[in-house]
């Protein structure tokens, strides 16, 4: 299980924090509340058809997103999506409950 959390980040609402924590690791990062909704796609992230999205930032690093075979999504830190330093590995159904918090927050 992977608990999902989105909150403000300062004085611009576009940007959020996202916390994605399970019970043997935590990950935070920023990103535009948009960019982040576009998670609802992850399945069309396809990493080996070069597909993978940028959506947000660890540490000042890039974010990229995309969809493995098994139910999971990989979220790779790095300059790119073939040269990342930490990769986490998240099931999809988080994924999914994050892009649709990212799609309810955004303003109407």
Do not use: Y
Not at 2 to 9: F, G, T, Y
Not at 55 to 63: F, K, Q
């Amino acid at each position: 299980m992977v608990n999902v959390s989105i909150e403000a980040d300062g004085d611009d609402p576009a940007v959020v924090v996202v916390m994605l924590q399970a019970p043997t690791w935590e990950f935070h990062f920023l990103a535009q509340l948009r960019d982040l909704a576009r998670l609802k796609s992850i399945r069309d992230a396809d990493w080996a058809t070069r597909r993978a999205f940028q959506i947000g930032e660890a540490g000042g690093i890039p974010v990229h997103w995309c969809i493995n075979t098994d139910a999971t999504v990989s979220a790779l830190i790095g300059e790119d999506d073939e040269t990342w330093h930490i990769a986490f590995v998240v099931p999809v159904d988080a994924i999914d409950r994050l892009a649709a918090e990212a799609v309810d927050l955004l303003p109407a």
